[in-house]
């Protein structure tokens, strides 16, 4: 008895293997952005700016950010047809930003990835982000785009640093706080999440093409499946997918639960603040988020 559930956990364990590799070749995208540029935040991780533009073209640069258990392909995605596409085709430098701890970003020495924080994101891959983008380009100010966490972080980053090199922000379905959504659920995932990232990561890569096939609704995770592109397919949803660490994923449940956010080591609260707010600001509500309602926003 025992021998034979050993066998079936091995098999098991194999059968896994394969498909996880077979997975990773066929569905992985290659890069498409015209550059990539590796960039050294003062606190020691490497992040990286992918930038896509038509040509020698040197119109405007937009910093695209993602949103939060996503990546720069949430913004390049499908292509042809994505935000970023748009925004080349209108003769934008567009430049869309992998934020620390996902795949793409090294930590410094000793530091393990999934420990990424928030607060890091605002305070350094941000200011490190645009600073190399207006080095780069010659212009003083960039237009922000933010994807619901993406746009939330642009509230944040001009609260702790002010506007002056904020031309425009444009923000997707990002609240300034989030609709209580925590169960129990939620927090044993959590839980697994900072127990074993590294396995958790390896699962939820897995599980991402079924979740993109089968397509169902689940309030942590609200993708309105009937509104994505027609491209945007199982291989777009499972690059786009991304381990969110954990201290992030902390921050957003103490958000939902307790309508506090704050940033630079709770100096800034960002929702006492939002009143100051003086960036020339477009903001995209989705009717029928559960997480982002329009009321919210």
Request: charged share 20%.
């Amino acid at each position: 008895m025992i021998e034979n559930f050993f066998t079936f956990v091995l098999l098991a364990l194999a059968a896994f293997t394969i498909y996880y590799q077979v997975v990773k070749r066929v569905l992985h995208i290659e890069l498409r952005a015209r550059e990539i540029h590796t960039i050294l935040t003062p606190d020691g991780w490497r992040i990286r700016l992918f930038r896509y533009r038509k040509g020698g073209a040197a119109g405007e640069p937009v910093l695209l950010v993602h949103g939060f258990t996503a990546n720069h392909w949430n913004m390049a995605l499908p292509p042809g047809a994505s935000l970023t596409d748009y925004l080349v085709e209108q003769g934008h430098d567009c430049w869309v930003i992998d934020l620390r701890g996902n795949r793409t970003s090294l930590p410094p020495p000793g530091t393990p990835r999934h420990r990424a924080t928030y607060d890091g994101y605002v305070m350094e891959d941000l200011p490190s982000a645009i600073s190399f983008i207006r080095q780069n380009t010659g212009y003083d100010q960039v237009h922000w785009v933010g994807h619901s966490m993406g746009g939330m972080l642009l509230y944040a980053y001009e609260l702790a640093h002010g506007r002056a090199q904020i031309a425009s922000g444009t923000t997707i379905a990002s609240p300034p706080w989030l609709e209580p959504f925590w169960t129990k659920r939620e927090n044993r995932l959590v839980w697994f999440m900072e127990t074993a990232p590294h396995l958790f990561e390896i699962l939820k890569r897995a599980i991402a093409p079924v979740y993109a096939w089968l397509r169902p609704h689940y309030k942590m995770i609200p993708v309105r499946w009937e509104n994505l592109h027609p491209d945007f397919g199982v291989a777009a949803f499972y690059n786009a997918v991304e381990q969110s660490p954990g201290p992030v994923t902390r921050t957003f449940e103490e958000c939902a639960k307790h309508r506090y956010l704050a940033v630079d080591n709770d100096r800034v609260n960002v929702l006492q603040g939002l009143d100051r707010l003086e960036t020339p600001l477009m903001v995209i509500a989705c009717a029928l988020d559960p997480i982002a309602p329009v009321s919210n926003l």
